[in-house]
């Protein structure tokens, strides 16, 4: 327990335990000793908080470069609300002005700079999504453009002397490029001081993130001690892979759930999620407790529970959570009545189209982006040319196809439009 102050009573030394074990579930870091350090800083900082009747600033920064959030965005954020769940502050950081960078932890390649009105677009649709996992009356929402507008040159520099040229290029993201010889910018460096510079604005006890934010909360703590602040505690969980079983999850990649997606999509894109990680998807992506999730990995692993009914409880738990126990219900029936007895969706979403002489020829790509069937047309593209879709029962490669009044078109497995005269 923390040194100094009275010590705590056998309740708070419990109520310690309890809140350190919750805290600490599911979590992963990159060697044994940063896990020790932390979990020795965390406990020491929760006794603390007890002793002095203070809860814990706790905060999560997100850079709005999407429109929307999908899973993997929310496994942070359900480590946030867990926090805010055992009574400590809960700071949500919309990152404005580092997402004019853009966070090159995850990218092997430069990341293109975002224009300032697309990101105001997205943060605020980032906000109000974040309030489904956190209790907004609770949360304090700060933007970094607070204080990283306003700092000048001096200030610039005198935060990079904190650190070597040899501590960014150490990572994988730079060092890989670095070894394609491919260019790696300054200001791709910069984006480590701003974020740590936030820890410091924002004088946070802790800060949860991915394992790949790893580097940037570190820097955090280095710029704490500069400026005389406890060093933040790092909380770090594992990167939630998408619908491949392989890449993280990623809307540009299109292996993703999105938290506002239609219920039968969720429920369909859970159902394809290979075996192998189901119960990674059980443990970041939903809301179950801990105590059924193991009961579902000994079930997977001792054979009484087949593959097939974890996934129904998967995509029933991801369903539920976003749209209702109800909503959930209808997507596990509608999808049973298409894959398991091979029949089309009763209520097939619907597109009208301007038919001449009974037909219209289209562009493919063009028709799945309009119809919401796919994010891009580059996305549309991909799967055109992976032979995922099909025209009336056949499997179409385009790029132009003719289509009539009452023609349906499938995507995937899960993805159904039908196409209907205008007027």
Same mark, same amino acid.
């Given at each position: 327990m923390s040194a100094g102050g009275p010590p705590l009573s056998a309740a708070q030394r419990a109520e310690v335990e309890r809140q350190h074990a919750l805290i600490m579930r599911g979590t992963r870091f990159g060697d044994a #000793? %940063?896990?020790? %350090?932390? /979990?020795?800083? !965390?406990?020491?900082? !929760?006794? #603390? *908080? !007890?002793?002095?009747d203070r809860p814990l600033r706790v905060y999560l920064g997100v850079d709005p470069t999407a429109p929307d959030l999908h899973l993997g965005h929310c496994v942070a954020l359900r480590k946030l609300r867990t926090f805010q769940e055992l009574g400590h502050q809960a700071v949500l950081l919309i990152g404005d002005f580092t997402a004019l960078i853009g966070d090159p932890s995850d990218k092997d390649a430069s990341r293109p700079m975002n224009p300032a009105a697309t990101i105001a677009a997205h943060a605020a649709t980032y906000q109000e999504q974040a309030f489904k996992l956190l209790d907004r009356a609770r949360t304090e929402v700060r933007r970094n453009s607070e204080w990283l507008a306003g700092l000048t040159f001096e200030d610039v520099v005198q935060l990079a002397s904190n650190f070597t040229v040899a501590q960014f290029i150490e990572r994988d993201t730079f060092r890989n490029r670095l070894d394609r010889g491919e260019p790696v910018y300054v200001h791709e460096f910069m984006y480590g001081l701003m974020q740590g510079y936030d820890a410091v604005a924002l004088e946070t006890d802790v800060q949860v993130g991915g %394992?790949?934010? %790893?580097?940037? !909360?570190?820097?955090?703590?280095?710029?704490?001690r500069t400026y005389e602040q406890p060093p933040q505690i790092a909380i770090t969980s594992p990167i939630l892979v998408g619908l491949d079983g392989v890449e993280r999850m990623s809307k540009s990649a299109g292996n993703y759930i999105g938290i506002d997606e239609p219920p039968d999509q969720q429920y369909g894109k859970a159902m394809s999620i290979p075996d192998d990680v189901l119960i990674d998807f059980f443990t970041l992506g939903t809301n179950l407790e801990a105590a059924e999730v193991d009961a579902i990995e000994a079930g997977l692993r001792d054979g009484t529970l087949h593959p097939m009914r974890a996934k129904q409880r998967l995509a029933h738990a991801i369903v539920a959570e976003w749209h209702g126990a109800e909503a959930a219900e209808a997507a596990a029936e509608g999808f049973a009545r298409?894959? *398991?007895?091979? #029949?089309?969706p009763a209520d097939m979403p619907e597109l009208a189209l301007a038919f001449e002489d009974g037909a219209a020829s289209v562009v493919l790509a063009d028709l799945l982006t309009r119809a919401g069937l796919a994010a891009s047309r580059a996305e549309a593209k991909r799967l055109i040319a992976g032979g995922a879709v099909q025209l009336d029962g056949e499997r179409v /490669?385009?790029? #132009?196809v003719r289509v009539e009044p009452g023609s349906v078109l499938r995507v995937g497995r899960r993805r159904w439009l039908r196409l209907v005269a205008e007027g």
């Open positions: #000793e %940063t896990r020790a %350090t932390m /979990e020795r800083e !965390l406990r020491d900082r !929760l006794a #603390e *908080s !007890l002793r002095d %394992t790949d934010q %790893t580097f940037n !909360l570190m820097a955090g703590r280095i710029l704490q298409v894959f *398991s007895r091979r #029949e089309q /490669e385009g790029p #132009e």
